[in-house]
């Protein structure tokens, strides 16, 4: 029996996937090792900065992506997926959209709540669209952690499922998205 040609993914949605990867998996343990740097250092402050530019830099490269995909319609899952599988995974990359958005936006609002401005790559001074609240600070800093968690999970289930399709399914779903 002929396989079928596979159908991939374009290569710059590729591309934003991959780098886009890298950046939240950087900014991930960036922030993993800065929140445990007790006190207020230099090198603690530089993390922080490196964080807010990575996470400045996924939020555009979301823009960039969400467009891209509006524009560009992705491969239909390969047909011998079951159904379920397919929901599961539109479920998912739903979900990943949501916080690639979420996760820079509540980590901005924190850092403004904070009092604290983002200059992003130490150039360009975000604009500052709320006064600093102390009040409103914590819980700013609860729901940038639970939504930062819930990408770690998410991408983790994500990158697991791929394996899966790979080493046990043994179908072309990794295939469709590598370079």
């Known amino acids: 029996m002929r396989k079928l040609p596979l159908q991939r993914y374009t290569k710059t949605a590729i591309l934003l996937h ?6 939240i998996v950087s900014a991930f343990v960036l922030g993993l090792i800065m929140t445990g740097i007790p006190g207020l250092t ?4 530089k993390f922080f900065s490196w964080h807010k530019w990575l996470g400045v ?3 555009w490269l979301a823009c960039i992506r969400l467009l891209w995909r ?3 319609v992705p491969p239909p899952h390969p ?10 995974a539109d479920g998912m990359h739903m979900l990943l959209y949501v916080l690639l958005f979420a996760v820079p936006i509540s980590g901005y609002l924190y850092t403004l709540a ?14 500052v669209i709320m006064a600093p609240n102390p009040h409103l600070k ?3 800093k609860t729901v940038h952690f639970v939504l930062t968690m819930t990408m770690a999970g998410a991408v983790t289930a994500h990158a ?6 790979h080493l046990i399914d043994r179908d072309d779903v990794l295939y469709r998205m590598l370079p």
């Open 138 to 140: 914590p819980i700013l």
């Open 160 to 165: 697991l499922m791929a394996l899966k399709h």
């Open 18 to 23: 991959w780098l886009m990867a890298l950046l």
């Open 70 to 72: 509006a524009v560009n």
């Open 79 to 88: 047909a011998v997926i079951p159904e379920w599988q397919k929901k599961a």
């Open 42 to 45: 230099p090198t603690k402050l």
């Open 57 to 59: 830099t996924v939020f």
């Open 114 to 127: 904070a009092g604290v401005p983002v200059v992003y790559l130490g150039l360009f001074k975000l604009p």
